[in-house]
């Protein structure tokens, strides 16, 4: 039996949905299942990168030729479950297949305090935050910053 491999990032998130996935899959689902992390840290780590990881090949063309090591060893990870992907991103060209979303589609926006909507005038639109004036109305307080400043930092006191 082989063992499936989830690539996983050193970040809390991806360490935990791994976690939980496999639990469920050897305990539930009956499947030999390990987590391989990311040997570079997460900051580091491009969608190429865990493309490489992915694929039997070494880059993006998978042309059998000069990109693929050894054609009898498996990837480094066969399965990844965080990896955020536009949805036009095509990733055939790596030999991989994109099997859809876990889960609800990550949204990106400028999401802000619904007081902005009321403010006269209006700031709703990302360009009046090049005013000075405007854009001080959304700084946090000391005291919001003292409260946030210990989630932004990593075990080893960086950002």
């Known amino acids: 039996q082989e063992n499936i491999k989830i690539l996983t990032s050193s970040q ?5 949905v791994g976690a939980v996935f496999r639990i469920f899959s050897t ?4 499947y030999d299942v390990s987590l391989v992390p990311q040997p570079e840290p997460a900051a580091e780590v491009t ?3 865990e493309f490489r990881q992915l694929a039997s090949c070494s880059n993006a063309l998978c042309d059998d030729y ?4 050894d054609a009898d060893t498996a990837p480094t990870a066969m399965l ?3 990896m955020w992907l536009p949805p036009s991103y095509y990733v055939d060209t790596w030999g991989l297949v994109d099997a859809g979303q876990l889960g609800p589609a990550v949204r990106f926006g400028w999401f802000m305090p619904s007081r902005a909507s009321k403010m006269l005038p209006s700031v709703d639109h990302w360009k009046l935050f090049e ?3 405007v854009a001080s109305n959304f ?3 000391q005291e919001q910053i003292n409260f946030i400043d210990p989630f932004l ?3 080893d006191n960086g950002f």
Do not use: A, F, H
């Open 66 to 69: 000069n990109s693929s090591p």
């Open 47 to 49: 969608r190429e990168t």
């Open 27 to 30: 305990e539930v689902l009956g």
């Open 153 to 155: 930092r990593t075990p």
């Open 12 to 16: 809390v998130e991806s360490r935990l």
């Open 139 to 141: 700084r946090p307080t």
């Open 131 to 133: 005013n000075y004036e």
């Open 80 to 82: 990844t479950l965080d």
